[in-house]
């Protein structure tokens, strides 16, 4: 293969590389996953794993919005991960209590990776379960 030959494949992959629009981290989507919509309201995302730091598929994943007495619930996906999208950007986190239930399985820690708690913001908490 000649240098220029070698020059046009290096650069096509190149091209593929950026036109894919996410880089990838240990399987999840790493620029994109976190960014927002404001059309799109807040969203909430976060993993639910065990102790050992598998992840928990299944588990059902609540957003309770107390100002306005509503609740939203969904299960995480195989990879333990949960998101949700469509929380109005008038609601105020900090009136959202995010909580996390599966069978046979108890509540050991919740973690808010979230710095700022502003409405329009990505809020991602994640859980540790246990069995018991």
């Known amino acids: 293969m000649s240098l220029n030959q070698f020059s046009r494949v290096v650069m096509a992959i190149a091209l593929a590389a950026t036109a894919s629009g ?16 404001s059309d799109t309201g807040t969203v909430y995302l976060g993993s639910v794993t065990d102790t050992a730091g598998k992840p ?9 919005v107390m100002s306005f007495n509503q609740s939203l619930s969904f299960d995480t996906d195989a990879r333990g991960r949960y998101r949700s999208n469509g929380l109005s950007n008038n609601i105020d986190p900090k009136q959202v209590k995010v909580s996390v239930i599966k069978p046979g ?4 820690k919740s973690v808010n990776m979230s710095r700022a708690r502003k409405p ?3 809020v991602e908490i994640n ?6």
């Open 120 to 122: 329009g913001q990505p």
């Open 127 to 132: 859980f540790i379960l246990a069995k018991g």
């Open 56 to 64: 928990l598929p299944g588990a059902q994943v609540s957003l309770d």
């Open 22 to 37: 996410a880089a990838s981290a240990n399987g999840y989507l790493f620029f994109h996953e976190h960014q927002h919509d």
């Open 105 to 108: 399985y108890k509540l050991i």
